[in-house]
T-cell receptor
Framework: SQQGEEDPQALSIQEGENATMNCSYK?????LQWYRQNSGRGLVHLIL?????REKHSGRLRVTLDTSKKSSSLLITASRAADTASYFC??????????FGKGTLLTVNP | DAGVTQSPTHLIKTRGQQVTLRCSPK?????VSWYQQALGQGPQFIFQ???????QRGNFPDRFSGHQFPNYSSELNVNALLLGDSALYLC????????????FGNGTRLTVT
């Protein structure tokens, strides 16, 4: 079963614009992670935020976590055509299992 | 430093047959997890192996089984294949302790006809 639910399912923007994706989850977590997947390939880890953190940055990525609302957002600033991919949030609970959402398909148009 | 490698990359099987998929983890990792990803969906957790034992299992039938070897590599076996087993099977390695993120292979695309 899916724990996380990304929103929107698909997002199309122009190069240089910012892209924001949201993730909601249902049960308590130890951490939340974001992964990227290019078409038909493996997932690549982007960033991890722990349950006691509210915001984290990595390059052009900014992740926020609101445990009271059970939600997270991923912001990609100054997007590039190479950012075109599917983005997944994944939650880890006390059992260490990582559970993925259905993903957001981001298309960045040149 | 090689990352996670999976073999084969593509596989076509007939309903009712059995299949074995293989995975070598990233150097230094001791834990292997297997995921099934249907088209347009997120990865679904099958099971996780650590110290050659199945540590956790997702909501998959007993037709799905696995093994981890002393060198940390792993196999996923699926018996009595169904059409619905057609998917991308992803192997991911990590460290068992701490907040180790998953490192994924590029997967095995299984088609059941």
């Amino acid at each position: 079963s899916q724990q996380g639910e990304e929103d929107p399912q698909a997002l199309s923007i122009q190069e240089g614009e910012n892209a924001t994706m949201n993730c909601s989850y249902k049960t308590s977590i130890n951490n939340l992670q974001w992964y990227r997947q290019n078409s038909g390939r493996g997932l690549v880890h982007l960033i991890l935020i722990r349950s006691n953190e509210r915001e984290k940055h990595s390059g052009r990525l900014r992740v926020t976590l609101d445990t009271s609302k059970k939600s997270s957002s991923l912001l990609i600033t100054a997007s590039r055509a190479a950012d075109t991919a599917s983005y997944f949030c994944a939650t880890r609970g006390s059992n260490y299992k990582l559970t993925f959402g259905k993903g957001t398909l981001l298309t960045v148009n040149p | 430093d090689a990352g996670v490698t999976q073999s084969p990359t593509h596989l076509i099987k007939t309903r009712g047959q059995q299949v074995t998929l293989r995975c070598s983890p990233k150097s230094g990792h001791d834990t292997v997890s297997w995921y099934q990803q249907a088209l347009g969906q997120g990865p679904q957790f099958i099971f996780q192996y650590y110290e050659e034992e199945e540590r956790q299992r997702g909501n998959f039938p007993d037709r799905f089984s696995g093994h981890q070897f002393p060198n940390y590599s792993s196999e996923l076996n699926v018996n009595a294949l169904l059409l619905g087993d057609s998917a991308l099977y992803l192997c991911a390695s990590s460290l068992f302790k701490g907040d180790s993120p998953l490192h994924f292979g590029n997967g095995t695309r299984l088609t059941v006809t």
